[in-house]
């Protein structure tokens, strides 16, 4: 089975801090996309950043950007100047390709301290 | 904005109830999925569907089945509730792979 592996499951950060929660994947595929998604604790799952395979520049959006590292099949998410409100749960996604379906990791629950 | 909606955020049953989880999208959307999650375990497909009337097992489909009669309502059926079957169900919908998921708010179902 193809896998996504989230290593954190819990961490934790100072206000204005920069954190980074690690993703790893497996896919036999060439042509795949990479998502993000945060599940704050009112529950609706929410896109934060995705990443296609077939592009080498990194995804940003806003204070939210990826280290993507092809090669390693490595995909971590990096907040920075983290605010109350990313206090959530995040996912690493993979899917994309002939397969419409997304795998997802285990999650990693950020807690953003004041 | 596009939506999913789930029709119940918590629902209570009994054991042995036939339970219906609900599924609206707004999008026009061609794929409809339902998840649950559960603490430690992330999210286990149950079944999917990629068009009306067609359904694929996920990786945990025994105990449930699914309906989808028309595009935009994907149906999840416990046809006899276990108390094993508690958990948070995710519905989600997408257009292609390459979009990601759109997400419902999830329903919470306790079997007692």
């Known amino acids: 089975a193809q896998t996504v592996t989230q290593s954190q499951p819990e961490m934790s950060v100072q206000e204005a801090e920069t954190v980074t929660l690690s993703c790893t994947y497996d896919?036999?595929?060439?042509?795949?996309?990479l998502f993000w998604y945060k599940q704050p604790p009112s529950r609706q799952m929410i896109l934060v950043i995705r990443q296609e395979a077939y592009k080498q520049q990194n995804a940003t959006e806003n204070r939210f950007s990826v280290n993507f590292q092809k090669a390693a099949k490595s995909f971590s998410l990096k907040i920075s100047d983290s605010q109350l409100g990313d206090t959530a749960m995040y996912f690493c996604?993979?899917?994309?390709?002939?397969?419409?379906?997304?795998?997802f990791g285990k999650g990693t629950l950020l807690t953003v301290n004041p | 904005d596009v939506k999913v909606t789930q029709s119940s955020r918590y629902l209570v049953k009994r054991t042995g109830e036939k339970v219906f989880l609900e599924c609206v999208q707004d999008?026009?959307?061609?794929?409809m999925f339902w998840y649950r999650q559960d603490p430690g375990l992330g999210l286990r497909l149950i079944y999917f569907s990629y068009d009306v009337k067609m359904k694929e097992k996920g990786d945990i489909p025994e105990g449930y089945s699914v309906s989808r009669e028309k595009k935009e309502r994907f149906s999840l059926i416990l046809e006899s509730a276990s108390t094993n079957q508690t958990s948070m169900y995710l519905c989600?919908?997408?257009?292609?792979?390459?979009?990601?998921?759109?997400f419902g708010s999830g329903t919470r179902l306790t079997v007692v």
């Open positions: 996604a993979r899917g994309g390709g002939s397969n419409y379906k997304l795998t």
């Open positions: 896919t036999s595929e060439n042509n795949y996309y």
């Open positions: 999008m026009d959307h061609e794929n």
């Open positions: 989600a919908s997408s257009f292609s792979g390459a979009g990601g998921y759109t």
